[in-house]
Every structure is written in structure tokens, then in C-alpha cells.
């Protein structure tokens, strides 16, 4: 989404990928981007890659590679960036990772760790924090629940409003980084799009499809259940959860505004577009493919 937004701005991009001949990566090649072959745990690929870039935008892997394996990622980035003079580093981490230390969410610690890193580089910096992405939930298992049986769950309480962000507004953001915006560059932000309770959530899908959508909360018992199937069938990268993620919703269900803390109104008068949830949900075919 990044990428596509700075094309959109008339950047020059070269997008790093494993996989230059997949599906995502021929659709950006198609729009402009220079394709390029990189690994985040190959450092030599990451040199050739960055040289000549005025900035870099990087995100980093915890669930497919674990602490070690996404602290790795980061530093290499850096370091490849360091070496070719890149003039601004934009690195996406996640909400609430300054204020989570010991709290075992360890997706969090990894990037705090990156963003330490990042700061005593010497390179510029832009530290974006996004919280809960809105695209979590557009995966086909989702919108078949959602679509077929009204049904929305979640692991987070009924009487919280609860933050989340969208994609598009991300990037935005970080097309502002690159512009130099003093009021993003140089900072670190939490992002968020809007806040609503999950029962809002359900309504405005309802109301958007025209049937009734239920929110079903996600109980502790059934997380632990699925943290031990992740556990025993070794398959925390593919599900992307695990015990880092039930710490997680522990911390989002300990405050009203479910953990997360984004100033909403400031992101607004830098960004007049920002999403409401409305707007997003009616940006997607929830009907496709199912």
C-alpha cells in the first residue's frame, strides 16, 4: 500500500521482494515500481538493493520469524542503509511498543528494539506505530463468517471502543515522511484511523450488507486452545498467532480505549481524509470469492 501510494505521488519506488515473479509483485511492476530481488536476512541482497535510494520504508516479519529473526531484519535494513548514505529511514512498528515492556508481547519487544537501533544509526528517521489494521479482518475465513453467517468475532471486550487503522492511511502518512511534513518526519506517531466499540463494528457491517451481523467475543479459554495447536503443530507464521498475541489482547481489554492511544483528532489535521469506518468498509467487495 505504501508503494502504491508513492507511485501515486509520482516517487521513483523499488520494491524489495523475495518472490520478484509473484502475483503482488507484478501488479506493483505493472504500475511503475522497480521489482528488485531482496531478503531481510540476507544482508548482501539488502547492500545491492539500497543503493542509490533516497529513503527507505521497512517492515519487518516477527510471526514468520520469531524475536531473534525480526530484531535481524531490522538491523540489517538499517545497516544497508547506513552504508549507502539512504536519507531517510521510515520504519513501520506498532502501536503501544513504548509503553508495553515486560508485559510479554514479545511481536512488540522486537520492534522496540528496532526502533532503539534505528535511533543511534545516524540516519533520519520516521517512526510510525500503527495499531490494529482494519485489513485483519477482510481474510476469506472472515468475510465467510461475516457474509454467510452474520457473524464477527474478536478477542476484545463488548464495552470498549477499540482503535484501528487503515492500510491507505498508513501509507499516507509515510508519503508524508518522505515529503519531509514536519509534522510526521522525525517523529514517532501512533496511527489509527478511527475508534468504535466491536458492536459498532458489527452494525456498520450490517448495515452495509443489508443482513444482521452478531459480534461474539473470543474468550481466554478458546485463545489458549489455539495458542497450544499453534504451538504443537509448529505453525505460528502461517496463523500468525501465538502466546505474544494473548498477552496482546490482555493489555487491549485492560483500558477503554483498548490499549491502543493515538490522537485521532491530531492525525485528522494532518491528514483531513483519514478513514472512518464507514468509509473503509464500503471500500471493499466483502462478497468476492466466497
Not at 532503539?116 to 479482518?137: A, C, H, K, Q, Y
Request: aromatic fraction near 10%; charged fraction near 25%; proline fraction near 2%.
Amino acid at each position: 500500500m505504501v508503494a502504491r501510494q508513492l507511485l501515486n505521488e509520482s516517487w521513483s519506488v523499488r520494491a524489495l521482494t523475495r518472490n520478484p515473479d509473484g502475483k503482488e509483485a507484478q501488479a506493483l511492476a505493472e504500475l511503475g515500481a522497480e521489482v528488485t530481488y531482496a531478503d531481510l536476512l540476507d544482508a548482501q541482497s539488502l547492500n545491492r538493493a539500497t543503493a542509490g535510494v533516497h529513503g527507505v520504508f521497512g517492515v519487518t516479519d516477527f510471526w514468520e520469524h520469531g524475536f531473534d529473526g525480526e530484531v535481524q531484519m531490522g538491523t540489517n535494513l538499517i545497516e544497508a542503509a547506513r552504508k549507502n548514505n539512504v536519507r531517510h529511514f521510515v520504519f513501520s512498528s506498532v502501536g503501544g511498543t513504548e509503553r508495553t515492556a515486560g508485559l510479554g508481547i514479545t511481536h512488540f519487544d522486537s520492534k522496540r528494539v528496532i526502533e532503539e537501533n534505528l535511533r543511534s544509526s545516524g540516519l533520519d528517521w520516521t517512526i510510525l506505530r500503527p495499531v490494529t489494521f482494519m485489513e485483519n479482518f477482510v481474510s476469506h475465513r472472515y468475510r465467510k463468517a461475516i457474509c454467510e453467517r452474520g457473524l464477527l468475532r474478536f478477542a476484545f471486550d463488548l464495552d470498549h471502543r477499540f482503535q484501528m487503522v487503515a492500510m491507505a492511511d498508513l501509507a499516507v502518512f509515510a508519503a508524508k515522511a518522505f515529503d519531509n511534513d514536519a509534522r510526521v518526519k522525525g517523529q514517532a506517531t501512533e496511527i489509527a484511523s478511527d475508534a468504535f466499540t466491536m458492536e459498532e463494528w458489527a452494525a456498520a457491517l450490517a448495515n452495509h450488507l443489508g443482513r444482521p451481523v452478531k459480534y461474539k467475543v473470543i474468550g481466554k479459554p478458546a485463545l489458549h486452545v489455539v495458542d497450544l495447536f499453534v504451538t504443537l503443530t509448529r505453525s505460528q507464521g502461517h496463523f500468525k498467532v501465538g502466546r505474544s498475541l494473548i498477552n496482546q489482547f490482555a493489555w487491549n481489554n485492560g483500558t477503554k480505549v483498548g490499549g491502543w492511544d493515538a490522537d485521532i483528532d491530531h492525525l485528522r489535521s494532518i491528514h483531513p481524509d483519514l478513514m472512518t469506518l464507514e468509509e473503509w468498509i464500503r471500500t471493499l467487495d466483502w462478497r468476492e470469492g466466497l
